[in-house]
């Protein structure tokens, strides 16, 4: 957290609002979705919540090979009777039954995860949905009340459900009514639940669509704003909630402050600098510009923008087009050795383990945790990440030093707390184990939605996208393996039983029909680039394949989503298969 707020304050004191972090690629979608709809951009409960819910439901993510520590939670929501659904593509192998290694039962003999499985199409959830809510409305499984006392646009969206066929949410959820309705009956008869989801559901072009079709669904039967209920939107790492929260966003300030003249006046008054007012540019764009030769400078910190962007090709020309780039990192990765127009520089920087006076991250579940320094060996000359910005605007700057006083990280903390009213606290963070979570165990109390300008949460009408593939060809989705963020931890795939990173999944129906066995060569083939790899069987959606991400993106277009600008990490490809 202490990295983030220093280095976005020092991108605005410097003039610009031109800074974004990673959460752009994975769940931007989220935050744009749930802050319209319900006022706050943020999961609404907690993970505790899983234990004891009676229904919990997982959409689009894979939480054994990509958020394991959640699955010790879900082995205990079972030993509390919490019945688990998945909606997804895949059924993945980790959800049917995982081994949880810190529970002894758990490591020796296994947990059963997955109750109920529903296999919707690569970008069918709307269509799923919107047929799940109308089979509530048809049952009468809706709660009245709280829609009424607590919500709005409910009768917009009861209307246009009336107007979609089940034939076109069929088709295009690639699930048939009676599996709708047969969700529909298990959501129906839960006195509380929880719904959880990942990339599955946010990386496409309608990513923001798809978040608030959850949040529909949570709001038809009021499972919002209180125990045992919410919305879990899950990341991979621990930067995601906390990089949004201090502000490292190309249209928001700390604590969650949009960009524009009112919030500008407030930190400029805070900072004793003036900060501008118009939003800046979002990751992709900067690409964008980097391509079109308009970007001069850009400074990175712990990110590898060549194995995450899509359009793998297109990304590196454009890094190499930028005049001068900083790379602040823990390790050397693949964009740093991407020539520039005049000079790269490499800022080496230290783990969070190693930084003097310890930090702070701030989890999935609004959660900040306290992580002290473990004192010992310093390697060569890295600083503390936080430091390196500081140093950089004490030099660069004539008043550098008021701005960025800092000589550990209390004293950035103690900054946070007066400037960021959600963070307040913070600064009694000293310790290992001292934990403070904004916002309470889980938000909306009692229907509570202050963040709306009429208090009420917001229904949305959402026409479900198709994503059926041409004839002929197939929609391929990309997926994680063991890997964290674009770091693999060797080519191989232990859940899923895949020896190498180059893995094409495909349906035995396809398979069968296209006469491939599992390990025939293929090339895989779309508008943006090709792929060589090799085929394995698996049990994913007929129509849909899959593929290893970062590997896959040479196949990704730079189509993102309008509203949250984040990437859709999805592709209409050909396959054919390679005579050797």
Request: aromatic share 8%; charged share 20%.
């Amino acid at each position: 957290n202490e990295v983030y707020y220093v280095f976005q304050k020092l991108a605005r004191a410097l003039g610009t609002n031109n800074i974004d972090l990673c959460s752009r690629l994975c769940h931007a979608a989220s935050v744009s979705g749930l802050k319209e709809t319900l006022g706050i951009g943020a999961p609404t409960c907690s993970l505790s919540d899983f234990i004891g819910t009676q229904l919990l439901v997982i959409f689009g993510s894979n939480l054994a090979n990509n958020q394991p520590v959640t699955t010790k939670y879900m082995h205990y929501a079972k030993k509390h009777g919490t019945r688990i659904a998945v909606v997804n593509p895949m059924r993945e192998y980790g959800l049917e039954r995982y081994w949880v290694p810190s529970v002894a039962s758990s490591a020796l003999f296994g947990t059963k995860l997955m109750d109920e499985f529903f296999q919707v199409r690569v970008g069918g959830d709307i269509a799923f949905i919107n047929g799940v809510i109308k089979t509530l409305i048809a049952l009468n499984r809706v709660d009245q009340e709280f829609i009424a006392k607590r919500t709005t646009g409910y009768e917009d969206l009861k209307a246009a459900l009336v107007a979609q066929s089940w034939e076109m949410l069929e088709e295009r959820s690639g699930l048939s009514r009676q599996e709708m309705e047969r969700f529909a009956l298990l959501y129906g008869h839960a006195r509380s639940a929880v719904f959880l989801y990942s990339m599955g559901l946010t990386q496409h072009e309608f990513g923001v669509d798809n978040v608030k079709a959850i949040v529909n669904l949570a709001l038809s039967r009021g499972m919002l704003g209180r125990d045992k209920c919410g919305i879990m939107p899950i990341g991979g790492h621990s930067g995601i909630q906390g990089g949004g929260d201090c502000g490292a966003e190309a249209d928001k300030f700390p604590g969650g402050f949009p960009v524009n003249e009112e919030s500008a006046r407030r930190f400029s008054n805070l900072w004793r600098h003036p900060v501008p007012s118009r939003p800046g540019l979002r990751v992709s764009e900067m690409i964008e510009a980097a391509g079109n030769g308009e970007l001069n400078f850009l400074y990175s910190i712990g990110g590898n923008l060549l194995e995450t962007m899509p359009d793998r090709n297109f990304t590196a020309r454009a890094l190499e087009k930028v005049a001068v780039r900083v790379h602040q990192d823990i390790v050397l990765n693949s964009s740093m050795l991407l020539d520039a127009e005049q000079a790269v520089l490499i800022l080496p920087g230290q783990t969070r383990y190693e930084q003097r006076g310890g930090g702070t991250a701030t989890n999935t579940e609004r959660r900040i945790r306290f992580t002290p320094e473990i004192p010992g060996h310093q390697i060569g000359h890295s600083l503390p990440e936080w430091e390196i910005p500081t140093l950089i605007g004490r030099h660069v700057m004539p008043n550098g030093d008021l701005l960025f006083p800092y000589d550990c990280t209390q004293s950035i903390r103690d900054e946070m707390s007066r400037v960021m009213p959600i963070y307040q606290g913070i600064e009694k963070l000293k310790k290992e184990g001292d934990h403070l979570q904004w916002g309470g165990p889980y938000l909306h109390k009692a229907g509570q939605f202050s963040g709306m300008h009429n208090g009420r949460a917001l229904f949305s009408v959402l026409k479900p996208p198709d994503r059926r593939a041409s004839a002929g060809k197939f929609y391929l989705a990309t997926r994680r393996g063991k890997q964290f963020n674009s770091m693999t931890f060797g080519s191989a795939d232990r859940l899923m039983g895949t020896k190498s990173r180059d893995t094409i999944f495909m349906s035995p129906d396809d398979a069968q029909r296209l006469e491939i066995t599992d390990g025939t060569r293929v090339m895989v083939r779309s508008t943006t680039g090709e792929m060589n790899g090799v085929v394995q069987i698996a049990p994913i959606k007929s129509g849909t394949l899959q593929a290893y991400w970062p590997e896959a993106n040479v196949l990704i277009s730079r189509r993102t989503d309008p509203v949250s600008g984040e990437p859709d990490y999805n592709a209409e490809v050909s396959i054919e298969k390679i005579i050797s």
